[in-house]
T-cell receptor, first 114, second 107 residues
Framework: DSGVTQTPKHLITATGQRVTLRCSPR?????VYWYQQSLDQGLQFLIQ???????AKGNILERFSAQQFPDLHSELNLSSLELGDSALYFC?????????????FGPGTRLTVL | KNEVEQSPQNLTAQEGEFITINCSYS?????LHWLQQHPGGGIVSLFM???GKKKHGRLIATINIQEKHSSLHITASHPRDSAVYIC?????????FGTGTSLTVIP
């Protein structure tokens, strides 16, 4: 158990819908990272937050957005969903935002878009 | 061409064998991450390194920044090491992931 929690574990929805994925980092970790893992693209970095502020942005679509709240939990919002958005979404946390800090991964949310 | 390449893609070993997984990258990176993904999907961070060598139990990771190459070694492999091993490099604000090496260790 990494100490990072993600909800829900599974999510099934339809094209065009909007969903919110939630991540609670390990106690004391200020940085949260979001990743997408699909069968054809592998793991991709989406976005990083550090202490409430966006720190780095990867291949995140404009239909996706994220935020980190004062209690440090983070939410990833996916809207106008398409079939290709079906994937495993992981969040990870680390103590600080520096690149060489070890990241601890949550169990992931499996999103299926029908 | 991927910025990060791993080899081999698939690897089958007998229990007890010494295993090496390679990661080469074409971009300058500030750190490299080795991850282990279990058959159930969970991801565990194994190492984050920017130079030299790190060891944890039977796992050893090395990196040569000049040659843009990292290796993950598993000594005395065990069936519970069966997993997908993924390397990832960070450059600027981007993370680049390899496609993973699927390792199966046979008893």
């Amino acid at each position: 158990d990494s100490g990072v929690t993600q909800t829900p574990k599974h999510l099934i929805t339809a094209t065009g819908q909007r969903v919110t994925l939630r991540c609670s980092p390990r106690s004391g970790d200020l940085s949260v990272y979001w990743y997408q893992q699909s069968l054809d693209q592998g793991l991709q970095f989406l976005i990083q937050y550090y202490n409430g502020e966006e720190r780095a942005k990867g291949n995140i679509l404009e239909r996706f957005s994220a935020q980190q709240f004062p209690d440090l939990h983070s939410e990833l919002n996916l809207s106008s969903l398409e079939l290709g958005d079906s994937a495993l979404y992981f969040c990870a946390s680390s103590v600080e935002g520096r690149v060489y800090n070890e990241q601890f991964f949550g169990p992931g949310t499996r999103l299926t878009v029908l | 061409k991927n910025e990060v390449e791993q080899s081999p893609q698939n690897l089958t070993a007998q229990e007890g064998e010494f295993i090496t997984i390679n990661c080469s990258y074409s971009v300058g990176i500030s750190a490299l991450h080795w991850l282990q993904q279990h058959p159930g999907g969970g991801i565990v961070s194994l190492f984050m390194l920017s130079s030299g060598k790190k060891k944890h139990g039977r796992l050893i990771a090395t990196i040569n920044i000049q040659e843009k190459h990292s290796s993950l070694h598993i000594t005395a492999s065990h069936p519970r090491d069966s997993a997908v091993y993924i390397c990832a490099g960070k450059t600027g604000n981007q993370f680049y992931f390899g496609t993973g090496t699927s390792l199966t260790v046979i008893p």
